[in-house]
T-cell receptor, first 112, second 113 residues
Framework: AQSVSQHNHHVILSEAASLELGCNYS??????LFWYVQYPGQHLQLLLK??????LVKGIKGFEAEFIKSKFSFNLRKPSVQWSDTAEYFC??????????FGAGTTVTVRA | EPEVTQTPSHQVTQMGQEVILRCVPI?????FYWYRQILGQKVEFLVS????????KSEIFDDQFSVERPDGSNFTLKIRSTKLEDSAMYFC???????????FGEGSRLTVL
């Protein structure tokens, strides 16, 4: 079955630390991949997306993600986090239809 | 920046009552969606809507649920007879095409007592 899984439920780190959040999907066909962020009390916002082309995707707020087809992965990275990056992060995939399938989400807490 | 707006932000209701959650999608978008997130669980797809009809729905979207676009701007989700397990955050989203970016509203938190 098509699915998206996120490895980390809660990540706690200090400002300036590097962040990497894992995301894997299960599907053998063409897939569109997304990372969304939800800041406390706000709506889901798109950080970045991958449809095709360069597997290293750069998004907003200094985030990037790498699509590795052989590993069915789309991990999110940021070299140096700030306190304002405290949020919930969702990996999502669009498989062969319109809808997005979401991972369970990762709560990121950045300590000042 | 255009945005998707949802009302109410929080609704508390008694089990068995009808609830209508309202959404105003981005004005030039044609595809509309409802998702929900039960506390501590994944964001789950409920239904997609295009050209005044449901284009896809999940197993969750049973006969108790319905969607409607009553006018040119609103997109509503109705739950006919709420159950305790309907307590969740409900997100509306819209996009300008089937493969387009989804823009989400801030969510409506439904609490069923």
């Amino acid at each position: 079955a098509q699915s998206v899984s996120q490895h980390n439920h809660h990540v706690i780190l200090s400002e300036a630390a590097s962040l990497e959040l894992g995301c894997n999907y299960s599907y053998g066909g063409t897939v569109n991949l997304f990372w969304y962020v939800q800041y406390p009390g706000q709506h889901l916002q798109l950080l970045l997306k991958y449809f095709s082309g360069d597997p290293l995707v750069k998004g907003i707020k200094g985030f990037e993600a790498e699509f590795i087809k052989s590993k069915f992965s789309f991990n999110l990275r940021k070299p140096s986090v700030q306190w304002s990056d405290t949020a919930e992060y969702f990996c999502a995939a669009r498989f062969n239809d319109y809808k997005l399938s979401f991972g369970a989400g990762t709560t990121v807490t950045v300590r000042a | 920046e255009p945005e998707v707006t949802q009302t109410p932000s929080h609704q508390v209701t008694q089990m068995g009552q009808e609830v209508i959650l309202r959404c105003v999608p981005i004005s030039n978008h044609l595809y509309f969606y409802w998702y929900r997130q039960i506390l501590g669980q994944k964001v789950e797809f409920l239904v997609s809507f295009y050209n005044n009809e449901i284009s896809e729905k999940s197993e969750i979207f049973d006969d108790q649920f319905s969607v409607e676009r009553p006018d040119g701007s609103n997109f509503t989700l109705k739950i006919r007879s709420t159950k305790l397990e309907d307590s969740a955050m409900y997100f509306c989203a819209s996009s300008d095409g089937p493969a387009g970016e989804l823009f989400f509203g801030e969510g409506s938190r439904l609490t069923v007592l």
